[in-house]
């Protein structure tokens, strides 16, 4: 018998972890021992909140990143073919949304092991829900492209597709670069095309605003080195 892969989502702010994930989940997630994790150590701080069965010390913990080869995966699953439930732990949020686990996730199908997703937050879920926009069509393409000529020719690109097929589009970007992101899109995008902009998201200093983009030209916010999530709908 192989144990089960379960997927488990990290906080997404630093407000308290009961705010972020249900006690149901924390109590498994306490329960298991092995673990393939982004960063070692963030992994630890937030395992530590949990009070889990085994010490800090005493959890097997192996690695999954970007760097991480597909070669590597078939390795990463040797604990379960051996009966241990091991749980995939992204840096935040969901683990292979917008996240490098989602080919560790398919080999363990191919491999007949069980996959488990446990609830907790999703920065794109949750900044769609609140928008107001679309809920029904959206995509999500993570980071826009950094060069500004190319980044404005792919928000005028997201822009005709959104209005094309009725159709959310939702993106983020580096912290530090959010202000740039924010001022090229009241540039670029039409006047009655809506925005929203969600900050620092599940945190007390959660912000939710959803304008046309001639709304925001009149006063934009401080975005700088605060996360976010944007999302367009022309």
């Given at each position: ?104 996730v398919r080999l363990a199908h191919k491999n007949n092991i069980s996959v488990v997703p446990l609830v907790g937050p999703s920065s794109i ?110």
């Amino acid at each position: 018998m192989t144990g089960k892969l379960y997927l488990v989502p990290a906080p997404i702010s630093h407000a308290d972890i009961a705010w972020a994930l249900p006690a149901s989940v924390q109590q498994c997630v306490a329960e298991i021992s092995h673990f393939i994790v982004e960063h070692p150590k963030t992994a630890r701080q937030f395992l530590k909140q949990l009070n889990c069965t085994c010490s800090l010390q005493e959890l097997n913990i192996q690695i999954l990143n970007e760097h991480t080869q597909a070669k590597d995966f078939l390795a990463l699953l040797d604990p379960l073919f051996a009966g241990h439930d091991v749980g995939l732990l992204s840096e935040a949020g969901c683990p292979a949304v917008a996240d490098p686990g989602a080919g560790l996730v398919r080999l363990a199908h191919k491999n007949n092991i069980s996959v488990v997703p446990l609830v907790g937050p999703s920065s794109i879920l949750l900044a769609l829900m609140a928008s107001g926009l679309n809920g029904q069509r959206f995509a999500f393409h993570g980071y826009l492209p950094i060069e500004s000529a190319a980044r404005t020719s792919k928000i005028a690109e997201l822009e005709r597709i959104s209005i094309h097929l009725k159709q959310t589009q939702i993106f983020i970007e580096t912290p530090y670069r959010n202000q740039k992101l924010l001022e090229q899109l009241v540039k670029v995008c039409n006047d009655n095309t809506d925005l929203c902009v969600a900050t620092d998201l599940t945190s007390s200093r959660e912000r939710i605003a959803t304008k046309s983009i001639k709304e925001w030209r009149c006063a934009l916010p401080d975005v700088n080195k605060i996360p976010a999530i944007f999302l367009l709908q022309g």
